[in-house]
């Protein structure tokens, strides 16, 4: 996607400084943000592509002010929104004043302990175009909705390193299309390829590209 999310790819925001005591929250409310965003996924009205288009389409500088709880928690509401599980007053009032919808699925507190990521893996109606050696170029298209191709590494050439099975491809299932299953392959890519000559040699990038996004280079 073309906005200001995608800061993988936007000069100026600073190096990632990792904190090796970093606790897992930094405030209480993160933990019941993401509490919340879990015991929600359970219903089962959107993916994880649907989660993360919802943070994208913030606004720019709405999306830039928040921290990375809030963008969970902005985006959270624009989906509870979307479903009519909640509603704008009910949000600022901070309690229920409608009626909702009747869920097909009860989330239980002993159902937490069962949680896990959801499988993306599915069949494939036909082989994989690309193999393990590889060169490929990737396209340079911009949507306006979610994808998973990054900017700096849109009309690129890299060398496959392996062939990661077919996946629900989050371009279209994210915007309501089908899950449309593609293949996934490790792109790897040089530093030189991906910001110039100047980069450092020993830099190399990987990503994982779904076939769509490929061409022969």
């Not at 720019?60 to 921290?67: D, G, R």
């Amino acid at each position: 996607m073309n906005s200001i999310h995608d800061m993988g790819g936007m000069h100026g925001f600073g190096p990632v400084k990792p904190d090796p005591n970093e606790p897992v929250f930094h405030e209480k409310w993160h933990g019941r943000v993401y509490a919340m965003q879990r015991a929600l996924g359970a219903a089962k009205l959107w993916t994880i592509d649907m989660s993360r288009a919802a943070q994208e389409s913030l606004p720019p500088q709405e999306y830039l002010a928040a921290s990375y709880y809030e963008r969970w928690l902005l985006g959270l509401e624009k989906r509870v929104e979307q479903f009519n599980l909640d509603s704008p007053d009910e949000i600022a009032a901070g309690h229920k004043l409608h009626d909702g919808p009747t869920l097909q699925r009860v989330f239980k507190p002993e159902d937490a302990d069962k949680m896990n990521r959801g499988n993306y893996t599915r069949p494939s109606s036909a082989p994989a175009l690309y193999a393990p050696g590889d060169r490929l170029r990737t396209n340079n298209n911009h949507p306006v909705t979610h994808t998973r191709l990054p900017r700096y590494a849109r009309d690129k050439v890299g060398v496959v390193e392996a062939v990661r099975g077919c996946h629900v491809f989050p371009d279209t299932v994210a915007i309501g299309e089908g899950e449309d299953p593609q293949w996934v392959y490790t792109l790897v890519f040089t530093g030189q390829e991906l910001w110039g000559a100047d980069s450092d040699p020993s830099i190399s990038v990987s990503i994982e590209a779904f076939e769509p996004y490929l061409l022969p280079a």
